[in-house]
């Protein structure tokens, strides 16, 4: 079972860049697509990117496209978030995730998650 933990967010300010961390370990790194996704204060939690297991396939929501980067070290057993150009409606928590057997950009398709890291952008 692997666990996850985030790093990396904070306060930026806007048009600055922040690169988040989601470490793991307990599992076969290789063996699981990650996601990230975000949560705003009093907003359900929305789909930010995923990257496939060997880091060959990404997707990303449209309103990140362009700013933001995910890329993954096997080796390192990380997953990072390269966000550029940030925005304060890019201000929540965001979290990563895991799952071995699919990709996706729904909350139900991850089983494993951490417990987040949070990031606010200031206008």
């Known amino acids: 079972q692997v666990q996850l933990v985030e790093s990396g967010g904070g306060l930026v300010q806007a048009g600055g860049s922040l690169r988040l961390s989601c470490a793991a370990s307990?599992?076969?790194?290789?063996?699981?697509?990650i996601g990230w996704f975000r949560q705003a204060p009093g907003k359900e939690r929305e789909f930010v990117t995923y990257?496939?297991?060997?880091?060959?396939?990404?997707l990303y929501a449209d309103s990140v496209k362009g700013r933001f980067t995910i890329s993954r070290d096997n080796a390192k057993s990380t997953v990072y978030l390269q966000m550029n150009s940030l925005k304060p409606e890019d201000t929540a928590m965001y979290y990563c995730?895991?799952?071995?057997?699919?990709?996706?950009?729904?909350?139900?398709?991850?089983?494993?998650w951490g417990q987040g890291t949070q990031v606010t952008v200031s206008s």
């Open positions: 995730a895991a799952d071995r057997h699919r990709l996706g950009n729904s909350e139900s398709s991850y089983g494993y």
């Open positions: 307990g599992g076969t790194f290789s063996s699981y697509v």
């Open positions: 990257i496939s297991w060997s880091g060959g396939n990404t």
